[in-house]
């Protein structure tokens, strides 16, 4: 693709240089039928790919989720409506680290109480 000859008439080796390494039009004409070829091979593969027997039997029945009952917002019916109802929300983990919290001083309290 790249003409490694070098003229000998030229008097500037930069120019010499760029001469050397440009590609000729012959080199860039096979270049695109090359890419043109495989192009057609890969669209071909893409085609077959696309209408074969790629699925296995009964592949509408798989669960496609990673975790297959999983619901962002599922919270326990009772806290429904309540702070703690929006499972993996920031009010979820307020509050049930403030109930650990009352609980720790809880215990606490009766280790201080009780010895």
């Known amino acids: 693709l790249i003409n490694t000859t070098i003229s000998a008439t030229m008097s500037n080796p930069v120019t010499a240089w760029i001469k050397s390494n440009m590609e ?3 080199g860039r004409e096979d270049w695109m039928v ?3 070829s495989e192009n057609s091979i890969n669209s071909q593969k893409f085609s077959d790919e696309r209408h074969g ?3 296995a039997h009964d592949s509408y029945r798989a ?3 990673t975790k297959v009952n999983f619901r962002a917002n599922a919270a326990i019916s009772s806290y429904a409506g309540k702070e703690a109802g929006d499972a993996g929300s920031f009010k979820a983990v307020r509050y049930y680290q403030n109930g650990f919290a009352n609980r720790r001083d809880e215990i606490l309290t009766d280790i201080a109480k009780n010895g």
């Open 34 to 36: 090359e890419r043109i």
């Open 24 to 26: 000729t039009y012959k």
């Open 63 to 65: 669960e496609g989720r």
């Open 53 to 55: 027997p790629f699925k």
